[in-house]
C-alpha cells in the first residue's frame, strides 16, 4: 500500500518479535558457546562454492544460518535456477525478466503427466501438480489452497497467473466439449479476469511496475472429472485513495495510462479528453510500462461479456473523475482563473460524462446540508472542505466501480453450485509492510499477514510432525526437535480482540464521531492497553504513534488521521447526487447498497476495520477447510534489475524469520 515517502523502513526484525524458526537438525542449534564452532561451521559449508547450487532443498543445507540459506539461493539464481524447495515451503526467486521455456505448455505437461513431479526440479508446477492431484485423493480436507507471499514485486502476482495458466490448460474442460467458440471458454474466461482486475487495480509504485493494490483470493472450481467448470474471486481493501492521490513518483491505476494512450480519436472525443490535455491525477504519463496495453484490457472485457454500451458508460465515469481532479477549489489571485465548476471543466464535461447536471454537482461539492430537526440548513464549505469533498467523490465512484466490475467477473465465470464439488484456491495477498509512516492501511495489510502466519506455523508444525514421524528419517537416524517458536495469538488479541483492543477502540472513537477523536484514540490506547507487551509508545515524538510488536517485527502505526480512514465518510449529498445519475451504471452502482449501510451523517454503519476483519474470517474460514500449500515469492534486488541477486538487499522480513535460528 502507499507510503508518503515510499521508502521502507527495515525494522529490527532480526531480534524483533516471535517468529516461526522452524524445524533444524539438533547439530544446528546456535548455542552461544558454540558462536564460534558454528562460524566454523558455516565456513566450512561456503567453501565448497561450486556445490550450492545443488541444494534444491533449504532443509538440506547444513548448518541452516541466513548466511548459508542466502548463499545457497544466490548460487542456484546464479546457475539460472529460480526455485528451491524449503521444508513444506517453495521459495520462488524473480528473475526479473522471462525464462524462455520455463513455463510452457511442454513443462505443464512434463509435470502433469510425471509420476512423481516431485522427483523433477522444484517448480511452481510442482504445488501446483500436488494440489491438482491432493484434490482427487482420498485424504482430507480434498480442497486445496496455494497461499503465495512475499513483498512488492517478488512476483506473488506472476506466480497466480502462472498457476491459472497451468489449471486453464491441464483441467481445461474445452479440450472435452471441443468447442470453437473461444470467447465462451471457460478457462479463457478465468484467465481474461487477470487483465481487467490488473488493469483497474494495479499501480506503477517505486517498488513494482504492476503492483497490485488490492488482495485476492480465487477459487478455481472443479467437477467430478477434475475439469476446471468456472471460478469466483473475493477481493480485498483496494487502495482507492491512489485515484486522487499518488506517492511522489508513482502512477495513478493503470487504466487511466491505458486510456490515454491507446484510445481512438473518436473514444477521446467521447470521454471529452483531448489530446495533450493535462491531468493533476496523472502523475508521471510519461512513463510506459509493460501493463499500458488498452486493447488487451477492452478484450478481456469483450470475452467475460461487457458489452460496448456498458464500456463507453465504464469509460465515461472513468474520464469524469479525472476530470475532477482538474477542478481546483483555491481562491486565485489570477481574475482570468475560472472559479466555477462549468468553466472549469470547459461546458458540460461533467453532464456529459457522469449525466448529472453540472449546477448539482457544483452544490454537493460546496454546500453542506444540515438537518437541524425538521428543517435543513445549507452551509457553504470552505476551501479544504470542498476538496475533500471532490477526491470522496473521485474514490468512492472509482471503488464501487471496482466492486461492480468483481461482480460481474463473478458472474460471468462462476459456475453453478450443481456444477462442480472441490475447488483450488490461490491467495495472493500483500507482504508485510513497515514504511517511515504507516496508518490504517498498513495495520490492515500486517493484522492479514499476523493471520496468515499463525495459519502458517500451525501448517508447519504438523507438516514437520508427519516428517519427523516419517520413515526416512527414522532409517537415517536423524534426530529432529522443535525450535522455540511464538504464538502469535497475543499480537493478534491486541489488534482485534473483541474486548479491548486497538480495532475494539478504534470502532468506539469513530461510531461517537467526536471532533476530538484523534486526541480521544490516542488517549484511550495509552490507558486501556498500557498493560499490554506488544504494543509500546514513545511518549516523546512529536508525530503521535503506537508501536506494535509483530511477528516480523516492529511498526510504528501514525495515529493521526486512522479514526477519519476508519469511519471513511462519504457525504450524503453526493450519495443521493450520483443516485440520479442518468448513466445507468453509475446509476445502478450507487442505488441499492451504499444508502442502506449509510448513517444520515454519511458514515458507514460499517467502519473499514470491521468490514476488513469479516472479509479476513470468512477468508480463514474457508482456508482452515484446505489443505493449505505456501509458496514465498522473493525479490533479489530492490530495483528489479533482471538476474540480479544482491544478498543484502533480499530483506523480506518475513522471509529472513523463516530461515533465521
Ligand atoms: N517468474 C517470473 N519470471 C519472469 N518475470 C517475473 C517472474 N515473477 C515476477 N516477474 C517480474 O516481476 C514483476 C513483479 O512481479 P509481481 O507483479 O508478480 O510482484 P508482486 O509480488 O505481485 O508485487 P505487488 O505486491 O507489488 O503486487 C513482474 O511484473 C514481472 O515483470
Redesign the pocket.
Known sequence: MSSADGGRVRPGFRHGGGTVKGFVHKDQFPRPNLNDSLEGEIQAFLTDEDQLHTYDDLTKVNPVTPTTVLKCLQARYNARV?YTHAGCTLV?L??????PD??SVDVMKEYHCAPQPQELKPHIFIVAEEAYRNVQGQLEPVNQSLVVS??????????SR?LMKYYATVAASSSVVKSQDIVGRIERRVLDSNPIMEAFG?AC?L??????RFGKYIQLQLDRSQLLVGASVQTYLLEKTRVACQPANERNFHIYYQMIKGATDEQRKDWKMPCGQHFVWLPNAEKTV?EDCFHETVEAMVHLGINAERQREIFRILAGILQLGNVNFSPSTDESQPCNLEEQSKGNTFELLFSIPTEELQLALRVRTLKAGKQSVLKPCSQTECSMRRDCLAKVIYAQLFEWLVAFINNSICADKSMWCNFIGIL?V??FECFQLNNLEQLCINYANEKLQQHFVAHYLRAQQVMAASEEYVSEGLQWSFVKYQDNQSCLDLIEGSTVSVFSLLNEESRLNRASDCKMFRVRLEKELCDNVNISWDKFSKVPHFTVAHYAGKVNYQIQGMVEKNKDPVPPELNSLLQKSDNSLLHQIFTDKETDNMTSKGLSKVTVVSKFKNSLESLMKILHTTTPHYTR?I?PNHD?KPLTFKKEEVDDLETNALWES
Do not use: H
Open positions: 529460480f520462488a524473480n528473475p526479473f525478466q522471462p525464462i520455463l513455463y512475499g513483498e512488492s514485486g517478488a512476483g506473488k502476482t506472476w506466480t502462472c494495479n509504485t517498488r513494482n511496475n504492476n503492483s497490485s509493460e495472493d500483500y507482504g515469492c525479490k528489479c
